[in-house]
């Protein structure tokens, strides 16, 4: 059976003047990568509702899941619940289980739940809560869609809440060699293993230490046995002893 | 006048598999926005044709700049210079002047450029190369498409090769302010705030140290007066002395 497929829409103005580099997509990616679904595109837009709808129903008519981070907060710049909501077509409202929740969190550290803070209440009609151990105030799925926080640690602790709910594929492993010789040396006989084992994927990637060039083998599948057979052919051909 | 804007496309399956975390994105974010041009999207593909193709031709024709990382080198997976060709419907084939500066820099190596190193002097019709100045084999310019390398020190030295020859804005400007408590305090001064102040833009950006709430505002625009003017009332507002 096929993997199941995912994209990654990260939101925020902080992205893209490089104030704050993303950590999220890295991390999802990672995640997504043990529990078997396949991350195949990742776009990152602006707080501006225009471009958050317009990437939201671009991904989910493409993919099996679509996970968002960022704007789900208090303040004027956190649009991505209303966003989502125009997205699907859907109204929103602060809704009672998630005001719950904020009241009884504000309520142990005594902290006054304002307007601002009710903001975080406000869930598209249709959603399920996302369960935010952190600081409480709830991600939502809608459809394929699972809208998450910004804060790495919060968004984290959202992924771990809902990907066990996902159904997952085979785990997608990899094997990776490490060779002290440059891409160029090597393409040919790793592109005729490519051709020969085309179920498995072969990346090249190469760098350069102390002046020296080398290269990441790195092959990737669902199938243990075929990744050690080509694996032990890749490396007579390219590293032998 | 406004300021262009721009786009980052970034191509490889690695990226999206979790290997590698990218910082290209990261690094033309800080570029672009000294040098007073926008980023308003950033996409990241595997190394897919029909992906990379669908995202090149969406992105410049919504942007006056796209600039793509990853994809140019000699192996198999290196699809992104036919990729840009085929977005952009002309023919594609090693050129002359690219392929005498791999010869020359081979030949002060004593490296053969072989049929697969000859494969990073393939540059679609009509394109300008951009220089590497680390490992020789070129980018190229398009249109409004700039196609850069993905390993970063070289990716760098192409943007430093680039950037002077692009038209910029007044430079992006900002001004932070780190207050010790959470965003659902502030959110009311800060929305009013940006409300009243509509050609800058107030960003919001919460964070949790040794279980304390914190906030990092950032007021962002092109204007240094009305700047130090929106962040004298954004302090007397939420930090006063």
Not at 129 to 154: E, R, Y
Request: no cysteine; net charge negative; charged share 20%.
């Amino acid at each position: 059976m096929a993997n199941p497929t995912a994209a990654m829409l990260v939101i925020g103005d902080e992205i893209l003047s490089g104030r704050t580099r993303d950590s999220n997509m890295h991390h999802l990616a990672q995640e997504l990568t043990r529990h078997g679904i396949v991350l195949k595109e990742a776009r990152m837009v602006a707080d501006d509702t225009a471009a958050i709808v317009a990437a939201v129903n671009a991904l989910r008519a493409a993919h099996d899941h679509v996970f968002t981070s960022g704007g789900i907060g208090p303040t004027h710049d956190d649009i991505t619940a209303d966003a989502i909501a125009a997205a699907f077509g859907v109204a929103i409202g602060v809704r009672d289980d998630a005001r719950a929740i904020l009241a009884a969190h504000y309520a142990t550290t005594g902290t006054e739940l304002n307007e601002a803070r009710l903001r975080m209440a406000r869930i598209p009609d249709g959603a399920a809560l996302i369960d935010n151990p952190v600081s409480k105030a709830p991600g939502f799925s809608l459809g394929n869609v699972h809208v998450m926080a910004g804060v790495p640690n919060i968004f984290q602790a959202m992924v771990a809440s809902v990907l066990p709910t996902l159904t997952g594929g085979d785990p997608l492993l990899s094997q990776s060699l490490r060779v002290m010789r440059g891409e160029g040396e090597i393409a040919k006989p790793l592109g005729e293993l490519a051709a020969e084992f085309p179920d498995l994927s072969f990346g090249s990637y190469p760098f350069v230490r102390d002046g020296v060039y080398g290269t990441n083998l790195v092959i990737r599948g669902t199938d243990a046995a075929r990744l050690d057979q080509a694996m032990a052919r890749l490396t007579a051909a390219v590293a032998p002893a």
